[in-house]
């Protein structure tokens, strides 16, 4: 059944069916260490988990210690409302930054995740394809408009809409990597086909660095042998790009956004905020994101936490030190003889 299934993909035009060894976009390369990386998520078939991967993984990543900022960059602002943004209050979006009319700083707004920053969306969003039509070098406004977001957030999530329009293509180039969430179904996998050959043109004709950073399998559901096969089959294809965490089908994946928050933070210890954490732990340990030390504000005085002040001089003799097990002396009582018992303590 699985060679089946791999033969009709291959028919359709999946990459089964071509040599990945000449596709460029498919090559390893060096993650880079001590800088933030600005990763695309990118999936032109809708409902496969992309938004949910985005605002849960950068949620994950948040919580872990690492400063994380989620664009929103499709019209429909779905990453806003699921991070408790609500788009119809914002007064600037997504939208200014892709027309360059604000920088990244001033249309930032923080969440409640700590470490957590978002880029909303809105609707004036689906009017900016049209907008950048005539724009010179319009494939890299949203580029220049992140030229510096790597050196304040350690990752940088671009959540983009289900098409290959021209949002998703600002995405792919402004991103190094492309994040791709599966869904474990056979539509999802003819989508793969066509998200590849856009993102190796985008690669050849505008951005040397894209590559495929990981493919991510979602809605997996254990209980259909279909699922299984379209996992063995994506992981036959891409090898280690996969990775091992596979987010399964959770009722609780669904009703976060209605509560306006990721599932990692309204319930830890559900099957979907385990499998989210998973995740997050395995992009630390792929782009090798080192946790910055934390410093704790210092108390009034000025003596900064974890540094131990002398001892003063008498403290010994105005309270001595008794040894647990005996009750501390009341004052003007005389203290209690010493027992002796063996080394390993006192005499039961």
């Not at 406004?141 to 050196?151: I, Y």
């Not at 050849?204 to 809605?219: D, H, K, W």
């Not at 704790?296 to 003799?317: C, K, M, N, Q």
């Not at 008794?322 to 003889?337: F, N, Q, S, T, Y």
């Amino acid at each position: 059944m699985t060679s089946g299934l791999g033969a009709v993909l291959r028919a359709k035009g999946y990459p089964g069916g071509m040599d990945l060894s000449n596709w460029e976009i498919l090559a390893s390369h060096v993650a880079p260490q001590g800088e933030g990386v600005v990763v695309c998520v990118a999936n032109q078939k809708g409902g496969v988990g992309k938004t949910t991967t985005c605002v849960n993984l950068a949620a994950g990543l948040a919580l872990a210690g690492h400063a994380v900022a989620v664009v929103d960059l499709d019209p429909q602002a779905n990453a806003t409302t699921g991070l408790g943004i609500d788009h119809r209050t914002v007064e600037r979006s997504s939208y200014n930054l892709i027309v360059g009319s604000a920088s990244m700083e001033e249309v930032a707004v923080t969440t409640s995740v700590p470490g957590l920053t978002c880029v909303p969306s809105s609707l004036d969003l689906a009017g900016a394809e049209i907008e950048l039509v005539a724009a010179m070098e319009r494939e890299h406004r949203l580029a220049e408009s992140l030229a510096g977001a790597s050196e304040r957030y350690r990752i940088v999530l671009l959540d983009c809409p289900p098409s290959l329009g021209l949002l998703t293509v600002n995405a792919l180039v402004a991103a190094r990597d492309v994040l791709v969430p599966v869904q474990c179904e056979f539509y999802a996998l003819e989508a793969v086909a066509r998200l590849l050959g856009s993102a190796e043109r985008v690669r050849a004709a505008l951005n040397p660095e894209l590559r495929i950073g990981g493919v991510v399998l979602t809605m997996y559901d254990a209980r259909t042998r279909l699922a299984e096969q379209v996992a063995l089959e994506v992981r036959g294809h891409f090898g280690d790009l996969v990775y091992d965490t596979v987010v399964p089908r959770s009722v609780r994946l669904s009703e976060a956004p209605s509560f306006g928050e990721p599932v990692v933070t309204l319930d830890p210890g559900s099957r979907g905020s385990q499998a989210y954490r998973a995740l997050a732990l395995e992009v630390v340990q792929r782009y090798g994101l080192v946790r910055p030390p934390t410093r704790l504000p210092a108390p009034p005085g000025g003596r900064g936490y974890g540094t131990r002040a002398p001892e003063p001089d008498g403290v010994e003799e105005a309270w001595p030190r008794v040894e647990p097990w005996h009750p501390r002396p009341e004052e003007g009582a005389p203290a209690p003889p010493e027992e002796e018992h063996a080394a390993g303590g006192p005499e039961r």
